[in-house]
């Protein structure tokens, strides 16, 4: 996997999967409903966010719902990475499967909204550019990184269907 | 099985990974008994994935499709997803299919899918209501449902387990919900991976329609899932849905000596009714407190899978009985299943909401999430026996939605205002 350089859009704690893909949207075709994504929060941030930008953000990011157009507002505005200081288990399975590195970042407070950040999801760092920080964050384990390269998890089921037709084949 | 004392989701887990024994924070790969899949994020989502990979359902029979969430259709939009939902089932065979008879996590135990000791996975966070039947429950998004309904297998990180005792019983106008609206206080919303397992006397005492309260609000919590382990009217529940559990089914408990992350140890008595303020579950405290606030409600609404099961609307015409709602506040009940709104009408429980001048809707989400009938105008305030009230969550921005138990719903339709239920009881 490549390393993410992109620009830091910052997000506080507890930032729910209603204002990452509110309700009220659910009909809409996918590339229509990520528009709203955090609009109740930023409404800047889906008009603004640049493909490889990267989302910093505190405790227990995309709390809530099991909807993956929660993620999938990550994905669509090919967000490059998430850092947060936690996340809630279902939009962080939901954005890894989805082929967004999502990495978990205890000092994410201390990065500024604008910063210029360098995140290599493989080697576990993350350095802030603009700060002159550097910080070290658990990489991935091995089975997500595995679906990560493969790009998510469809990429990743074609090569294992693939793999067990040729298997069976012989 | 090992000898190594294991707590219930342990057990589960490595039973269905088909190992001796399992330890948090390892990695395991399980084999699903049930995978639930609902109309928002099911076949509109997993249908064309698996037309992508040219590959059908690994097991039709261990496939529930709910709709629940569109229904019934509002819009053309709507209409669409529920007809896709309907050609999915019919295309791929899949045996147990509910359209517009409940709420999913309620419908699931309504028709005996639920046994202790069983590994499900379903595409929706409430999914974690499942525990109180004993069994691992968990919530999905759609894609990783697509791996699931391909490969019939899915991988977790085996979580801590948290176990939360209750003693005593509850007063006069407490109900399970005002439990969970404390713990999202108490434990926090940032569990995940961990598991939460409810026990004690009091927990021993509810019946099945308030223990889910607790297993399904586990998701307000953060948690991976939520437990309770089967006892006798976890077994006389499950018979009652027409379905017969297991010999072993009151096997499926955790190990005296099993090991809990943390242990909280809770007094039932000492619980009074809890008001969760805007935007989040863990915002709680007494009704008393938001009373002499004197916040004026412009609708209440009794409603989703935590809060309209056939008990949640004995105690809102506990409340209602003789009373009338107040001018200028709207009481909106949507039943959480067909079974439900049949029995209430039988038992003159629904006669009783509509002479207090509140309105039926249809069973399903609805206004919880803000899909269907009910939502919420900006700047409006509503009171709502849902789980959660996230900013948005039931309509506008700037639409603001407090948390409590049917009893305080009800109560502060009323008045008007939020109260605290025990003076109306």
């Known amino acids: ?170 | 099985m090992s000898n190594t004392p294991a707590t219930l989701v342990e057990k589960i887990i490595a039973r269905a990974a088909g190992v001796e024994a399992v330890s948090p924070g390892e990695i395991v790969t399980c084999q699903v008994d049930l995978a639930m899949i609902l109309d928002s994020g099911g076949p509109r989502r997993i249908w064309p994935r698996l037309k992508e990979l040219g590959v059908g359902v690994w097991d039709p029979e261990k496939i529930v499709v709910v709709a629940d969430h569109f229904v019934p259709a509002t819009d053309p939009a709507a209409a669409a997803i529920l007809k896709l939902t309907r050609e999915f089932v019919a295309a791929y065979d899949i045996a147990h299919f509910y359209d517009m008879q409940g709420i999913c996590h309620v419908v699931l135990p309504e028709h005996g899918h639920l046994k202790p000791g069983m590994f499900c996975c379903g595409g929706d966070s409430h999914s974690t209501n499942a525990g109180a039947y004993g069994c691992y429950m968990a919530g999905f998004g759609a894609i990783e449902m697509t791996g699931v309904l391909v490969t019939g297998e899915i991988w977790t990180v085996v979580p801590e387990t948290i176990r939360v005792d209750w003693s005593g019983s509850f007063g006069t106008g407490v109900a399970a919900k005002d439990v969970m609206l404390l713990l999202a206080r108490e434990l926090g919303m940032d569990n995940a991976f961990k598991a939460i397992e409810y026990g004690g006397d009091t927990v021993r005492g509810l019946p099945m329609a308030e223990r889910v309260v607790l297993t399904n609000m586990a998701a307000e919590l953060g948690a991976e899932t939520a437990l309770i382990e089967p006892d006798e009217v976890t077994l006389a529940a499950i018979r009652a849905a027409g379905a017969e559990p297991a010999a072993d089914a009151l096997t499926w408990r955790s190990d005296p000596q099993a090991r809990y992350q943390a242990r909280h140890q809770f007094d039932a008595a000492a619980l009074q009714p809890q008001v969760a303020a805007p935007h989040k579950p863990s915002n709680s405290g007494p009704a008393a407190d938001f009373e002499r606030d004197h916040i004026r409600v412009d609708q209440a609404y009794i409603g989703a899978c935590v809060g309209a099961k056939l008990s949640d609307l004995h105690m809102v015409a506990e409340v209602l009985r003789g009373r009338q709602v107040a001018r200028g506040t709207r009481l909106m009940v949507a039943p959480a299943s067909n079974r439900i709104m049949a029995e209430a009408a039988a038992d003159g429980t629904l006669a009783t909401i509509t002479a207090a001048g509140g309105l039926l809707l249809s069973t399903g989400c609805g206004a919880c999430a803000a899909l269907g009938a009910g939502i919420l105008a900006e700047d409006e305030v509503c009171i709502s026996s849902t789980n959660r009230n996230f900013q948005g969550r039931m309509g506008a921005n700037s639409s603001s939605v407090y948390l409590g138990s049917p009893y305080t719903v009800a109560a502060s339709a009323v008045a008007g205002r939020i109260v605290d239920p025990r003076n109306l009881l």
């Not at chain 1, 082929?99 to 500024?112: C, D, K, Q, T, Y």
């Open chain 1, 1 to 170: 996997m490549s390393v993410i350089n992109g620009r830091v859009w910052k997000f506080g704690d507890e930032i729910n999967t209603d204002v990452m893909a509110p309700g009220i949207y659910f009909k809409l075709p996918i590339e229509e409903a990520i528009k709203h994504c955090l609009e109740a929060v930023d409404p800047t941030f889906a008009p603004g966010v640049q493909p490889g930008d990267v989302v910093v953000a505190g405790r227990n990011f995309g709390v809530g719902s099991a909807r993956e157009q929660a993620a999938m507002g990550f994905s669509g505005l090919q967000v490059g990475a998430i850092l947060a200081v936690s996340f809630a288990r279902i939009f962080y399975r939901n954005v890894l499967n989805l082929g967004v590195p999502a990495l978990i970042l205890p000092e994410a407070g201390e990065i500024a909204p604008g910063d210029q950040v360098r995140v290599d999801p493989v080697a576990g760092r993350v350095e802030n550019l603009t700060q002159d920080k550097t910080y070290a964050v658990e990489p991935l384990p091995p089975h997500l990184m595995e679906m990560i390269n493969a790009g998510g998890l469809m990429p990743y089921l074609k090569t294992r269907i693939a793999g067990e037709a040729t298997h069976d084949s012989r």
